[in-house]
Nanobody, 128 residues
Framework: QVQLVESGGGSVQVGESLRLSCAASGYTYSDRYMGWFRQAPGKEREGVAVINSGADITYYADSVKGRFTISQDNTAVVYLQMNSLKPEDTAMYYC??????????????????????WGQGTQVTVSS
C-alpha cells in the first residue's frame, strides 16, 4: 500500500481559507485516483474531492463545489484548497488513494469504501 502523509489542517474563522497537502510515495500508476474525505463526529466518512493521476479530471461533493479546489503538482502532491469555509466543514480530513481501471461516475469515486490506502488525517475546525 502507498504511504500518504497529510498536512495543513488547523483552526480558522468562518469565511477564511486553508490548504491541505497530501504526499504519496511511489504511487505513480496511470489509473491512480487520490482524494480527500472528511469525517465529523458521529457522522460517516464522506467524499469531498478526487483527482485522477493526469490531474485533468476532478470530482467534487455538491457541498463544496465552488469553494474547494483539488489539484496536483508535478511531484504528485495533491492539494485541497478550501475557501469560504463554513462551520459545517469542521471535520477530520483524510487523504486516500486507490486504483480504478474504470470510473463510471462521481458517486463511485467519492465513496470512501472504494479506497484502500489512507493517511492519518488532519483536523479542520471552522468557528463562527
Amino acid at each position: 500500500q502507498v504511504q500518504l502523509v497529510e498536512s495543513g489542517g488547523g483552526s480558522v474563522q468562518v469565511g477564511e481559507s486553508l490548504r491541505l497537502s497530501c504526499a504519496a510515495s511511489g504511487y505513480t500508476y496511470s489509473d491512480r485516483y487520490m482524494g480527500w474525505f472528511r469525517q465529523a463526529p458521529g457522522k460517516e466518512r464522506e467524499g469531498v474531492a478526487v483527482i485522477n493521476s493526469g490531474a485533468d479530471i476532478t470530482y467534487y461533493a455538491d457541498s463544496v463545489k465552488g469553494r474547494f479546489t483539488i489539484s496536483q503538482d508535478n511531484t504528485a502532491v495533491v492539494y485541497l484548497q478550501m475557501n469560504s469555509l463554513k462551520p459545517e466543514d469542521t471535520a477530520m480530513y483524510y487523504c486516500a488513494a486507490a486504483r480504478f481501471p474504470l470510473v463510471t461516475s462521481a458517486r463511485f469515486v467519492l465513496q470512501a469504501d472504494k479506497y484502500n490506502s489512507w493517511g492519518q488525517g488532519t483536523q479542520v475546525t471552522v468557528s463562527s
